[in-house]
């Protein structure tokens, strides 16, 4: 027994001395190392807060739907649009941006002005269809082969681009924008055109609405044409164009017919961002 006890007593010492030296020994290896990292995770504690909501924000708006690569139908963010606002079945919106529209469409009603829409979201390959169809010739533009009348590539793309955008450089892909009741330049001469217009001018900004392509002047100086049809929901689409100039670069605006002109022309500069500057 007592040899026993004698064997058990220095192996709880041996035990003991063995932890408290692997304590101290734990602690002192890993103090500095665990200070600095604690310093670390302080400051990218730090960093992360700061960038919350960017990272938050960035999450929300995927470069996908900045793209426009996307497929409004299965896409939550998104609401198809009654029938009874829109001239063709199959438009999306954001949800946000089409109850602000549903309001502006009621309040015009009863100032006894239509709106209808015409256009709404477009995806990438929509608007590739569309741009690639004047690109090539294949669809007329104002009457025009553009192919033909236009055979040097950055002239052609810059005709296309007076009323028409890059695959991957629509504001039509972020869900916030609208064409409404004609995009025939003839319309905004008659009375009900006019009336039409008038009305957006003074009442749209209510519900969020603004025109991004106004007449060019010294503060506008590049981009598309005036367009009186097309109209944003601003409260989203600022942070679109926001983001859009932070991330999206012209490795990202590939996968369509003429899209080497892009950089040339420099589309992101002088289209993308070249809006009302209300609409930056
Ligand atoms: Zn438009």
């Given at each position: 027994m007592k040899f026993n006890t004698h064997k058990k007593k220095p192996t709880l010492q041996y035990f003991l001395v063995t932890l408290i030296i692997s304590i101290f020994a734990l602690s002192c290896q890993y103090c500095n190392p665990t200070n600095a990292d604690n310093k670390v995770d302080n400051r990218s504690a730090k960093d992360s807060s700061k960038s919350k909501s960017v990272v938050a924000k960035k999450d929300t708006i995927s470069k996908a739907h900045l793209l426009g690569k996307i497929t409004p139908s299965k896409d939550t963010n998104f609401a198809a649009i009654d029938a009874?606002?829109?001239?063709?079945?199959g438009n999306y919106m954001r949800k946000e941006a089409y109850a602000a529209f549903i309001k502006m469409f009621n309040a015009a009603k009863k100032d006894g002005i239509t709106l209808c829409i015409l256009s709404s979201t477009r995806t990438f390959w929509e608007q590739k269809g569309i741009w690639e169809g004047k690109w090539t010739g294949r669809s007329l533009y104002y009457g025009k082969n553009i192919a033909t009348s236009y055979p040097d590539p950055v002239e052609r793309s810059k005709y296309v681009l007076k009323y028409s955008s890059m695959p991957g450089t629509s504001?039509?892909?972020?869900?916030?924008d609208i064409d409404m009741n004609?995009?025939?330049?003839?319309?905004?001469?008659?009375e009900t055109g006019e009336k039409f217009y008038n009305w957006l001018t003074k009442n749209a900004a209510v519900y969020g609405f603004y025109q991004?392509?106004?007449?060019?002047?010294s503060a506008r100086?590049?981009?598309?044409?005036?367009?009186?049809?097309h109209w944003s929901y601003l409260p989203l689409s600022s942070e679109f164009i926001k983001q859009y100039k932070e991330r999206i670069t012209y490795?990202?605006?590939?996968?369509?017919?003429?899209?080497?002109?892009a950089v040339k022309i420099d589309v992101i500069k002088n289209y993308v961002l070249s809006v009302n500057s209300k609409c930056k």
């Open positions: 009874k606002y829109a001239a063709k079945s504001r039509h892909h972020w869900g916030t004609s995009m025939e330049l003839a319309y905004y001469k008659t991004p392509y106004t007449a060019k002047d100086t590049s981009g598309y044409e005036e367009e009186k049809w490795n990202d605006l590939k996968g369509f017919e003429g899209y080497e002109t």
